[in-house]
């Protein structure tokens, strides 16, 4: 029930029932009065009928007939006339006196006692309650009682007072109503006021007046619950501003606190018409864009960031801020509302990490979530259980159709989770550290495994990926020369495969690392290549054997010109550095003859083979030494 209301009944309840109160008070306390002027009243006629009567006495008695004619005389209105004595009723006047109980009447009376006069009281006789006054009879032993009945006073008196209560009842409540409406109004307006004040309170930044985090999550929620289409995407940005402890610690906290004014009101005077702020905390705002795309998202972004290229002034102190960005998107990354914040916040530490201005959440790179926490744990106790195994892809040379070697992709065959793809778990290898013991381990496996081929007769090479970090282990190249010494492996066997992207991070130092293991007679790859936007006079440099065409481009090739064009180009470009082109992820028999058509040199893909465990492709490996023959003649 409304407050308004709840108040409003209350007060009509306390009004009626103080009424009800109050009018029985004034029923009694009028009954009361109104006796008391009985009694008076019936007192002097008492007396002054005593005064005037005369009773003819018979043999010392008085004569009933007299008593009555006197009665009619004295009092008209009255019910019943007594003259009695100290022990009897020696005579009686009134209607109905036959079924009065004279004993009764007697004993009451005379219990009252012999004072001369003001003797009064309430009698009950059968037929109801009597009010008598008694009054000595002068110069006569008797006493003349006169009683009034009551009854009939009440009646009247109650229906008087009853109806004048309840039309004075019905003012005094419709005043207490239109009180009671004016004080709920009043009442509610404050509250509401109050309410008002302590949402804005609860649901926003003391310092900056931004929504606050709770109203982030309520806004959030509104729009994810949008049926889809309505709202259409959602992004989540989480804007980190950067140094600030460092800028807090040297400026002090009052700075700090301006520049948090300063930046927020420069994000909000930025943001297009469906982006709402907030402040998360600390050094922390958060935008929420409704009805968006990863595109708009981005360049919402980049906008808010161009915002911040002109110094903010503080205090005439003149500041560059920089801003990490983090964005998460639902429903791609999460339909969550907790979880896209948490994914928008990791986000941001992966742009800040890389020192990227700003970044999509990338869930294979994303070490918060419990999942990883948990893999990242159990990496380097997974190594000595022996939980990881090595799957190979063959790849054949377009030529001749003959197996040109094979490529170690890691596998971990988890015991609660199943097998966990390379994608999931090299990254959390990297984080931890995990990557140069598990590196160590594919080389040794790969090249036993190879050692087996050779002496089976296959001799074949082998590719291992390679990570940043490997790359980077000073043991590398030792423990590479230690394993190829230690199996008889000749070292233009193995072939190291590093993502472009990951060489151009860091270009000096790869060439360098890259030279010297070149330089033993090991082969290098560069791996997805198209996506890492290698600067073609650095690869020039590079001691690279061989370019492998991106899955992507390869898988996109047949719907789009433009990709075949990347991959024919790659073709070309690497046949100018007079490296060989491997294309990955061919899936079609078609793909496989428009890369033929090309001119790339080697093809790998689910099309010839998926990978395979190392039993599988051993035995693949012998059915298809034979293909390899029929092969050979239909390529030349
Ligand atoms: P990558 O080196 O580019 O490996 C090729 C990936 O493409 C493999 O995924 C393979 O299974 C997949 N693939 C092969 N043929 C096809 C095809 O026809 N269609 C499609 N759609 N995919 C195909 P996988 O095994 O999941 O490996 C993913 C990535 O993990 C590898 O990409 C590599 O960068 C990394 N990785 C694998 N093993 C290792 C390792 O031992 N060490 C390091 N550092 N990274 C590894
Ligand atoms: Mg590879
Ligand atoms: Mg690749």
């Known amino acids: 029930m409304r407050y308004s209301t709840q108040l409003l009944l209350g007060i009509v309840g306390i009004t009626v029932l103080s009424q009800t109160i109050l009018g029985v008070i004034a029923y009694w306390i009028v009954v009361d009065a109104d006796r008391s002027h009985l009694i008076e009243v019936l007192q002097d006629r008492a007396e002054q009928v005593a005064q005037d009567v005369v009773i003819p006495m018979v043999a010392g008695e008085p004569e009933d007939t007299a008593l009555e004619q006197s009665r009619q005389h004295f009092s008209p209105s009255t019910d019943l006339a ?52 008694a009054t000595p009879l002068i110069g006569l032993p008797y ?106 610690d040297t400026l002090g906290y009052d700075f700090g606190d301006q520049l948090l004014l300063e930046i927020g009101a420069r994000i909000q005077a930025c ?40 110094a903010v002034c503080v205090s005439q ?26 994914y928008a916040d990791v986000a941001m530490h992966q742009a800040r990490e890389h020192g990227s201005r700003y970044m999509l959440y990338d869930g294979n790179a994303d070490t918060y979530s419990l999942r990883h926490l948990e893999l990242s744990a159990q990496l380097r106790g997974a190594i000595d259980d022996g939980q990881f195994v090595l799957h190979y892809q063959p790849k054949l040379e377009m030529s001749s159709g003959r197996v040109a070697g094979l490529e170690a992709l890691l596998r971990w065959e988890h015991p609660t989770h199943g097998l966990i ?102 082969r290098i790859s560069i791996d997805d290549f198209g996506t890492g936007f290698s600067s073609l006079a650095y690869l020039n440099h590079l001691p690279v054997d061989e370019l492998k065409v991106d899955r992507s481009f390869v898988l996109a090739m047949q719907d789009s010109d ?14 100018t550095l007079q ?23 080697i093809a790998q893909g689910y099309y010839i083979s998926a990978p395979k465990p190392a039993e599988e492709i051993e035995q693949w490996l012998e059915e298809n030494t034979a293909a390899a023959g029929r092969e050979k003649t239909a390529v030349t």
């Open 82 to 133: 007594l003259i009695i004595d100290s022990r009897n009723i020696v005579g009686i006047a009134g209607p109905d006196r036959d079924h009065l109980d004279r004993h009764v009447l007697l004993q009451t009376l005379l219990s009252s006692g012999r004072q001369p006069r003001n003797q009064s009281g309430m009698l009950p006789l059968a037929d109801g309650d009597y009010l008598w006054v």
């Open 143 to 248: 006493r003349l009682v006169l009683l009034e009945r009551t009854e009939t006073q009440h009646g009247t008196l109650a229906s008087k007072l009853g109806s004048r209560l309840f039309s004075s009842g019905l003012v005094v409540l419709w005043f207490a109503v239109w009180t009671a409406l004016l004080l709920a109004s009043l009442v509610t307006r404050k509250l509401n006021e109050k309410n008002l004040a302590l949402r804005h309170q609860v649901t926003h930044d003391n310092l900056t007046g931004l929504p606050n985090r709770t109203l982030l999550y309520e806004q959030l929620a509104r729009a994810i619950a949008q049926p889809s289409g309505l709202a259409g995407n959602i992004a989540l940005l989480v804007i980190d501003i950067n140094r600030f402890k460092e800028i807090n």
């Open 271 to 310: 943001l297009p018409d469906n982006g709402y702020i907030s402040r998360l905390g600390g050094n922390e705002f958060a935008v929420l864009l409704t009805d968006t795309n990863e595109q708009q998202a981005c360049s919402h972004t980049r906008h808010i960031l161009d915002c911040m290229n002109t």
């Open 317 to 342: 102190v003149e500041l560059e801020v920089g801003l990490s960005i983090g964005i998460a998107l639902f429903p791609q990354h999460t339909d969550d509302a907790d979880t896209l914040v948490r």
């Open 421 to 522: 793809p390379p994608d999931e778990f090299i990254s959390l290898a990297e984080q931890t550290g995990a990557i140069e013991p598990l590196t160590e381990w594919v080389f040794e496996e790969a090249l036993h495994f190879l050692r087996k081929l050779h002496k089976r007769g296959t001799k074949i090479g082998v590719a291992v990926n390679v990570s940043t970090r490997s790359l980077r282990d000073r043991r590398l190249e030792p423990c590479l020369a230690e394993l190829l010494k230690r199996t008889g492996i000749e070292s233009r066997f193995l072939t190291l495969e590093i993502t472009e992207s990951v060489m151009m991070h860091d270009i000096s130092f790869a060439q360098g690392v890259l030279e010297s293991l070149h330089e033993r007679g090991i």
């Open 562 to 575: 433009s990709d075949q064009a990347i991959v024919q180009t790659t073709v070309e470009l690497a046949h």
């Open 579 to 601: 490296c060989s082109v491997v294309a990955e992820g061919i899936e079609t028999a078609r793909s496989l003859e428009v890369l033929r058509e090309m001119g790339c040199d």
